[in-house]
């Protein structure tokens, strides 16, 4: 039995359109991508609508909100990331859901308001088999916030954990987890894990998609040369690093680390190291409420 002509015609011509229109959602989801991260949301959300798919522009609206949170708008992010959260909510879309939550919990950390960040990220926590991925994201995140809160042991055990669940970490994850790595054994003193686990977290930073991670890298690198006795160069290392940060939650948290090497400085007799560090720290503080000194040096040595 022969196929008639037509049907082949019509066949390669269906799967011709098919093959345009998949290219075509391919197109506007990377030039949606490459306008959010230039900054230009309403550019982004623009190529995003042309998908003609609501879910690849639900998705388009997480990509958005990333990039505003990134250049330190996470107010912006946090409203965005609602609306995607409600919008996957009504349709049941569990992985964008999640996916959601997982980067609401983050602006929300941000902001400094830890207590309604943690009961969300552990939700997302809950699902941890059906969704590895987003559960490695929220279980750094819940990571951060005990070593922001001072939980330095809860911090490294659930760092642990967060190594055993993600599979195949990107390099803004992985990075993330050696930084975290890197800090608490800086603030044991275990100075040669410290310096392994920045290697690798510098090594990550450079594909990162977050270009702060780097400056993030060269302030703990400063702290732990100068907790070796290397003064000068730590010094250089942690107000260069500190001076490139832009995002007013990361200025503040900047801020944190100075305040504290300065103590130590001040309690070492570096004198004038501690009169380098605190106008630098002064200058980075916020809107948000940092430590005292003493506690601002607990980050960084036990």
Same mark, same amino acid.
């Given at each position: 039995?022969?196929?008639?002509?037509?049907?082949?015609?019509?066949?390669?011509?269906?799967?011709?359109?098919?093959?345009?229109?998949?290219?075509?959602?391919?197109?506007?989801?990377?030039?949606?991508?490459?306008?959010?991260?230039?900054?230009?949301?309403?550019?982004?959300?623009?190529?995003?609508?042309?998908?003609?798919?609501?879910?690849?522009?639900?998705?388009?609206?997480?990509?958005?909100?990333?990039?505003?949170?990134?250049?330190?708008?996470?107010?912006?992010?946090?409203?965005?990331?609602?609306?995607?959260?409600?919008?996957?909510?009504?349709?049941?879309?569990?992985?964008?859901?999640?996916?959601?939550?997982?980067?609401?919990?983050?602006?929300?950390?941000?902001?400094?308001?830890?207590?309604?960040?943690?009961?969300?990220?552990?939700?997302?926590?809950?699902?941890?088999?059906?969704?590895?991925?987003?559960? /490695?994201?929220?279980?750094?995140? !819940? $990571?951060? %916030? #005990?070593?922001?809160? *001072? =939980?330095?042991? +809860? &911090?490294? @055990?659930?760092?642990?954990?967060?190594?055993?669940?993600?599979?195949?970490?990107?390099?803004?994850?992985?990075?993330?987890?050696?930084?975290?790595?890197?800090?608490?054994?800086?603030?044991?003193?275990?100075?040669?894990?410290?310096?392994?686990?920045?290697?690798?977290?510098?090594?990550?930073?450079?594909?990162?998609?977050?270009?702060?991670?780097?400056?993030?890298?060269?302030?703990?690198?400063?702290?732990?040369?100068?907790?070796?006795?290397?003064?000068?160069?730590?010094?250089?290392?942690?107000?260069?690093?500190?001076?490139?940060?832009?995002?007013?939650?990361?200025?503040?948290?900047? /801020?944190?680390?100075?305040?504290? !090497? $300065?103590? %130590? #400085?001040?309690?070492? *007799? =570096?004198?004038? +190291? &501690?009169? @380098?560090?605190?106008?630098?720290?002064?200058?980075?503080?916020?809107?948000?409420?940092?430590?005292?000194?003493?506690?601002?040096?607990?980050?960084?040595?036990?």
């Amino acid at each position: 039995m022969t196929i008639p002509s037509w049907v082949y015609y019509q066949a390669v011509f269906l799967l011709g359109l098919l093959a345009l229109f998949m290219c075509w959602n391919l197109l506007c989801q990377w030039l949606g991508r490459a306008r959010a991260r230039a900054g230009d949301y309403a550019g982004a959300d623009r190529w995003y609508q042309l998908t003609f798919n609501h879910r690849q522009r639900m998705g388009g609206w997480v990509n958005i909100a990333a990039a505003q949170a990134l250049a330190g708008d996470p107010v912006a992010a946090e409203k965005r990331f609602r609306e995607v959260f409600d919008d996957s909510r009504r349709r049941r879309d569990r992985e964008l859901e999640r996916l959601a939550l997982v980067n609401l919990g983050a602006s929300l950390i941000t902001q400094g308001r830890t207590v309604e960040a943690t009961p969300i990220l552990e939700w997302v926590v809950r699902g941890w088999r059906r969704h590895p991925r987003e559960t /490695a994201t929220a279980l750094y995140n !819940l $990571a951060w %916030i #005990a070593f922001l809160e *001072g =939980d330095f042991e +809860g &911090a490294g @055990r659930r760092t642990a954990v967060v190594r055993g669940a993600a599979r195949r970490p990107g390099p803004d994850l992985a990075c993330l987890m050696s930084l975290m790595e890197a800090r608490l054994a800086t603030r044991a003193g275990r100075f040669d894990e410290a310096r392994r686990s920045l290697g690798l977290a510098e090594r990550h930073a450079r594909t990162a998609v977050d270009p702060g991670l780097a400056d993030q890298v060269r302030v703990a690198e400063g702290v732990l040369d100068y907790r070796r006795g290397d003064r000068e160069q730590g010094l250089a290392k942690v107000l260069a690093g500190a001076g490139a940060v832009r995002p007013a939650d990361r200025r503040d948290l900047a /801020a944190r680390w100075l305040s504290g !090497l $300065a103590r %130590i #400085a001040r309690e070492q *007799g =570096d004198e004038a +190291g &501690a009169a @380098r560090l605190e106008p630098a720290a002064a200058g980075l503080r916020g809107m948000l409420p940092i430590p005292s000194p003493e506690d601002c040096a607990a980050y960084l040595r036990a």
